[in-house]
């Protein structure tokens, strides 16, 4: 069974622009979530979608948003870059909320 | 907002040798995760553990649901368990009800 993917896995963007990340999940895991990691912060939760709904976001401001399509498959956007914003973004998939996830092995985007 | 703490944050080790690491959390939750962490940044799920105790391999995890605390073990450790090893938590209820991790334990098994 193939794992989580995600791409573009590398990703240079300057201030002001904006960025979308895709993720495709393992096939029958309807639930996708996305979590963002810093040196500073380390891992923090961004949200999850289960059936094309948002069921909970983090802490970030509206810059960040999300959706899921009804393959299951899902996009995350950044508007506005900030130079924080570089991190290491990673969607995990589940078969349902709230059980074992399995991790993408990351966007990591870095913002100039 | 569930506080999750992780110890020890460094931990180096030699081979053979019984490692332990622990985490604690501050409120209520329906599952705690373990999860490793290599160079690189590819995170590995080890457990889902909601109540006891769970074993895979070398590896056991426990989870004391009335103290809020759960540790890993890893027994014969071996250079390739040099990872970062992260607690995370969920179902705590409230508006953002996504994992919460602690900052994990930098684990270096030396030969």
């Known amino acids: 069974k193939a794992g989580v993917t995600q791409t573009p896995r590398y990703l240079i963007k300057t201030r002001g622009q904006q960025v979308t990340l895709s993720c495709s999940p393992i096939?029958?895991?309807?639930?996708v979530s996305w979590y963002q990691q810093t040196p500073g912060q380390g891992l923090q939760f961004l949200f999850e979608?289960?059936?094309?709904?948002?069921?909970n976001k983090g802490n970030f401001p509206g810059r960040f948003s999300g959706r899921q399509f009804s393959n299951s498959r899902s996009e995350m956007n950044v508007s506005t870059l900030e130079l924080g914003d570089s991190a290491l973004y990673l969607c995990?998939?589940?078969?349902?909320?709230?059980?074992?996830?399995?991790f993408g092995p990351g966007t990591r985007l870095t913002v100039t | 907002k569930n506080e999750v703490e992780q110890s020890p944050q460094n931990l180096t080790a030699q081979e053979g040798e019984f490692i332990t690491i622990n985490c604690s959390y501050s409120v209520g939750i329906s599952a705690l995760h373990w999860l490793q962490q290599h160079p690189g940044g590819g995170i590995v799920s080890l457990f889902m553990l909601s109540s006891g105790k769970k074993k895979h391999g070398r590896l056991i995890a426990t989870i004391n649901i009335q103290e809020k605390h759960s540790s890993l073990h890893i027994t014969a450790s071996h250079p390739r368990d040099s990872a970062v090893y992260i607690c995370?938590?969920?179902?705590?209820?409230?508006?953002?009800?996504?994992?919460?991790f602690g900052k994990g334990t930098h684990l270096i098994i030396q030969p």
């Open positions: 979608y289960f059936s094309e709904t948002q069921r």
């Open positions: 096939s029958g895991h309807r639930s």
């Open positions: 995990a998939s589940s078969f349902y909320p709230l059980r074992e996830q399995y």
């Open positions: 995370a938590v969920g179902g705590s209820g409230g508006g953002a009800d996504g994992l919460t």
